[in-house]
């Protein structure tokens, strides 16, 4: 049999990642019910508040120190892609754009030439609890569009296909493709400038629920891709001929079909998969340009300009208690997903 994993890494914070992708961060918080405010009812007293990264009472505030989430912050130079399993995300940003989506919702911003949001993570519910569970992906941009306009695309629930593939023994393995396509089901194009939106990217972000005992398997890329599928809860699983038992990111081989098959629990992963852009990375904090003259000249075009400023009265805009999921464009067009 061919090797089917040829690395694995332990899962840390944040996980890592190979070209075209940057970083990538998996959040699960077991938020309580709200206060009037939107955040937690529960005391915050005794954390580390602005930089709250250490898991009590079941969640953490981040660099929230009233909402939880990630205030007012800025970025250059590639994209963030937020898929949103469980709860809820406020978006605001420097465009005077702003958006509430989870629940199976995909947030794709490319942040191209400079642009300033914040991400809150709303306690909408106060007779109930508020958990969250999300991913958020950076992807990076090739030197030729990292000076694109910013633009975000929402990636509503009812199109993002769930595909179920049921085993010869009729135990089922769930596929949810953010990104890429699986038996000619594709969600909707990602921006116009992405890396993503190029075909011979085969860029696919793929999350896989398996039954106890499920096995699927993955087709195999073409040439030159690189893939790493992210086991991050259940007991085991088998990839190939490899039995991995702790939570970790496995490298796969290209171009082979690799059976995948769940131990005595049910688990999950996520599958990052693309072709590398191949060229050289500076990054620093929220910015990532190709040279560190660059990336200096982000430094100082953001001191000069803030990106447009910030036209929020707060950092840690979150939008009313009632509102549901919604996206409002810069020019004040408003979508909303159809269920």
Same mark, same amino acid.
């Given at each position: 049999m061919a090797i089917a994993v040829t690395q694995v890494v332990p899962l840390g914070f944040p996980w890592v990642t190979v070209d075209p992708?940057?970083?990538?961060?998996?959040?699960?918080?077991a938020y309580p019910a709200g206060n009037a405010d939107q955040g937690p009812v529960t005391s915050l007293a005794?954390?580390?508040? $602005?930089?709250?990264?250490?898991?009590?009472? &079941?969640?953490?505030?981040? *660099?929230?120190?009233?909402? =939880?989430?990630?205030p007012q912050h800025p970025h250059r130079g590639f994209e963030t892609v937020t898929v949103v399993r469980?709860?809820?995300?406020?978006?605001?940003?420097?465009?005077?754009?702003?958006?509430?989506?989870?629940? $199976?919702?995909?947030?794709?911003?490319?942040? &191209?030439?400079?642009?300033? *949001?914040?991400?809150?993570? =709303?306690?909408?519910h106060t007779d109930r609890a508020n958990p969250l569970e999300l991913f958020q992906i950076w992807l990076n941009l090739p030197g030729a569009d990292k000076m694109v306009e910013p633009?975000?695309?929402?990636?509503?629930?009812?199109?993002?296909?769930?595909?179920e593939r049921r085993d010869d023994r009729g135990r089922i393995t769930k596929i949810t493709v953010a990104a890429g396509s699986l038996d000619g089901r594709s969600p909707p194009s990602p921006p116009p400038s992405s890396w993503a939106s190029r075909e011979t990217s085969d860029v696919a972000i793929w999350t896989l629920q398996l039954q106890p005992?499920?096995?699927f398997v993955l087709p195999p890329v073409s040439e030159g891709a690189e893939r790493v599928l992210y086991f991050f809860d259940g007991d085991?699983?088998?990839?190939?001929?490899?039995?991995?038992r702790t939570h970790g990111a496995m490298a796969l081989a290209r171009e082979i079909s690799i059976p995948v098959v769940a131990g005595d629990a049910p688990c999950q992963m996520l599958l990052l998969q693309g072709r590398p852009i191949g060229e050289p990375v500076a990054q620093r904090g929220p910015f990532v340009m190709s040279t560190e003259t660059e990336?200096?000249?982000a430094?100082?075009?953001?001191?000069?300009?803030?990106?447009?400023?910030?036209?929020?009265?707060?950092?840690?805009?979150?939008?009313?208690?009632?509102?549901?999921r919604f996206a409002r464009r810069p020019d004040g067009k408003i979508e909303r997903p159809t269920s």
């Open positions: 992708f940057l970083f990538c961060v998996y959040h699960l918080d005794g954390r580390s508040l $602005g930089h709250d990264f250490t898991v009590r009472d &079941g969640f953490r505030m981040y *660099h929230g120190d009233r909402v =939880p989430g990630f469980r709860g809820l995300v406020d978006h605001a940003d420097s465009l005077g754009a702003t958006a509430r989506y989870g629940a $199976g919702d995909v947030q794709w911003l490319t942040t &191209g030439a400079g642009i300033q *949001h914040a991400e809150m993570f =709303p306690c909408v633009h975000f695309k929402m990636l509503w629930a009812d199109d993002v296909p769930t595909i005992g499920a096995r085991q699983v088998a990839v190939g001929d490899h039995v991995q990336l200096a000249q430094f100082a075009d953001y001191r000069r300009t803030q990106f447009g400023g910030w036209p929020w009265p707060g950092a840690d805009p979150v939008h009313a208690r009632s509102e549901g």
